[in-house]
């Protein structure tokens, strides 16, 4: 058995959609809404786990990222 990660409850990632998701493959248009995001300006809080990770490096191109403690 493959021991699984713990996550620091502690650790959230502070989002911020900097740009539109118009003319952008459907699919991140998916990813931001899963992210809660969908216009220009909107932050949102999320904790800090492999999978918001990874629907956040599939729209690096559209938000700005920051780590909160």
Same mark, same amino acid.
């Given at each position: 058995m493959v021991a699984k990660k713990k996550v620091s409850s502690l650790a959230f990632l502070c989002i911020t959609q900097v740009k539109s998701a118009i003319r952008r493959q459907e699919? #991140?248009? $998916? !990813? =931001? &809404?899963? $992210?809660? $995001?969908g216009r220009i300006g909107k932050t949102v809080r999320r904790q800090d786990t492999p999978? !918001?990770?990874? =629907?956040?490096r599939s729209v #690096?191109? =559209?938000? &700005? =990222?920051? &780590?909160v403690e």
């Open positions: 699919r #991140q248009g $998916l !990813c =931001l &809404k899963a $992210l809660g $995001l999978s !918001c990770r990874g =629907l956040v #690096q191109h =559209l938000v &700005k =990222l920051e &780590k």
